[in-house]
């Protein structure tokens, strides 16, 4: 698992809290200001943002719902895309691979830690599929400009 923050760079310690087989990058941007970044990056790449999951709004509008009174995030969404030519590519190496289009970029902001916002997706499995881990690599750090 990758962690980094600022342009520093510097590696925070993962914890046993965090999910394995997730690559993040937390940053002292404020969460606007990656969005912002994201958005452009994905946009620069030459692809389309197909959906934004504003799962952190719908997580706190529910918990009463569901019984919880713990608020997770302070914000968190998630951006959903494809690229038609590295989807192409890994589909016809492996049509199952349809599994994982299309591809997703969170951000958030914990409310433990206000001054830290977290980018980052899932890690994909060996072979063709790193392609587009590479991909999102490239754009996750572009967003807070560590590229």
């Not at 589909?91 to 951000?107: K, S």
Request: proline residues 3%.
């Amino acid at each position: 698992m990758r962690h980094f923050i600022g342009a520093a760079a510097l590696a925070l310690v993962a914890s046993g809290a965090m999910a394995q087989g997730i690559v993040s990058y937390a940053t002292d941007q404020s969460f606007d200001d990656v969005v912002f970044g994201l958005e452009n990056a994905i946009l620069d790449q030459g692809l389309v943002i197909d959906s934004v999951s504003h799962t952190g709004e719908m997580l706190e509008r529910t918990k009463g719902d569901v019984g919880s009174d713990v608020t997770i995030f302070t914000n968190a969404d998630i951006f959903s895309f494809c690229s038609a030519k590295i989807s192409r590519e890994v589909m016809e190496a492996d049509p199952m691979n349809v599994v994982f289009c299309p591809y997703d970029i969170f951000v958030i902001v914990r409310p433990e830690t206000p001054d830290t916002t977290t980018i980052g997706f899932r890690e994909f499995p060996e072979g063709e599929m790193k392609k587009v881990e590479a991909l999102l690599d490239g754009i996750a750090r572009s967003a807070i400009g560590l590229d």
